[in-house]
Nanobody, 124 residues
């Protein structure tokens, strides 16, 4: 079964940058849509960025132009480069995957595989 492990979270000041990583193992399907979700206390989980097996990406409007999702298939690793961070970006960030050729709508219920999460805190 696919296992995902996030890393790279931490505390930064507003305007700073962080790079999150998600290592994948045990994958049994040839194609996955992979993405990042985030959830802050008291708020709904939201999709942040997604990438399919061909490298096609989609982003939430709130992070477009600031975040970049990428993948290194040779290393089985997913990345999220976060620049120009804002306090409202503070949340637990989760790596997720679904065995699909194309990414579905950004609903968490459509993703069956999840990492444990990594905390991102942005101070003003």
């Amino acid at each position: 079964q696919l296992q995902l492990v996030e890393s790279g979270g931490g505390s930064v000041q507003s305007g700073g940058s962080l790079r999150l990583s998600c290592g994948a193992s045990g994958h049994t399907y040839s194609s996955y849509c992979m993405g990042w979700f985030r959830q802050a206390p008291g708020k709904e989980r939201e999709g942040v960025a997604f990438i399919d097996s061909s490298g096609s990406t989609t982003y939430a409007d709130s992070v477009k132009g600031r975040f970049t999702i990428s993948q290194d298939n040779a290393k089985n690793t997913l990345y999220l480069q976060m620049n120009s961070l804002k306090p409202e970006d503070t949340a637990m960030y989760y790596c997720a995957a679904t065995p699909r050729t194309w990414c579905p709508a950004p609903y968490g219920g459509l993703f069956g595989y999840w990492g444990q999460g990594t905390q991102v805190t942005v101070s003003s």
